[in-house]
């Protein structure tokens, strides 16, 4: 009791040293995989719903993985790039530009490798509102180049 906490459809840790000492117990070899079936439990809630939290705690859990392509099939990798176009958005309208700058920075890296000829609108719009998140964050630098 009072280890976890459970809000809605989502439990957490009450603490953080407790998060970090439990994934600490799990092996290495088992992380991508649990990021992975967490994150697409986290899609089957979003199902018919539209609630930014859920998007932004699945794509968390995807995004947690060093080289996630690797885990990812094609189709898969399209949904997530979706989903943290989604994330990004939705970071923005709440003025968090570093944080909307991550989600679609990750999701361009899940984009095919011929990105802007297979999947040209949402390569686009990726890149555009990484640019959006970097000019409203200030970070010009960024911007240009």
């Known amino acids: ?3 976890i906490e459970k809000a809605g459809p989502i439990f957490a840790f009450s603490h953080d040293m407790l998060q970090e000492s439990t994934y600490n117990l799990i092996p290495i070899e ?3 995989p649990l990021h992975k079936k967490i994150g ?3 899609v089957q809630e979003m199902v018919g719903a539209t609630n930014p939290e859920l998007c932004r705690l699945a794509v968390g859990q995807i995004n947690t993985c060093q080289d996630v ?3 990812l099939n094609p189709m ?3 949904l997530f790039a979706r989903l943290n176009l989604t994330a990004g958005k939705h970071s923005i309208a709440a003025s968090s530009y570093e944080q909307a700058r991550g989600y679609l920075e990750a999701g ?3 984009l095919h490798a011929k990105a802007w000829v297979k999947q ?3 390569c686009l719009e990726l890149h555009e509102m990484s640019v959006v998140a970097s000019y ?3 970070n010009v630098e960024t911007v240009s180049s």
């Open 1 to 3: 009791e009072g280890i």
């Open 30 to 32: 088992e992380r991508k």
């Open 40 to 42: 697409f439990s986290l």
């Open 69 to 71: 392509g690797s885990i």
């Open 76 to 78: 898969e990798r399209a």
């Open 108 to 110: 361009i890296s899940l």
């Open 120 to 122: 040209y609108p949402l």
């Open 136 to 138: 409203m964050g200030g």
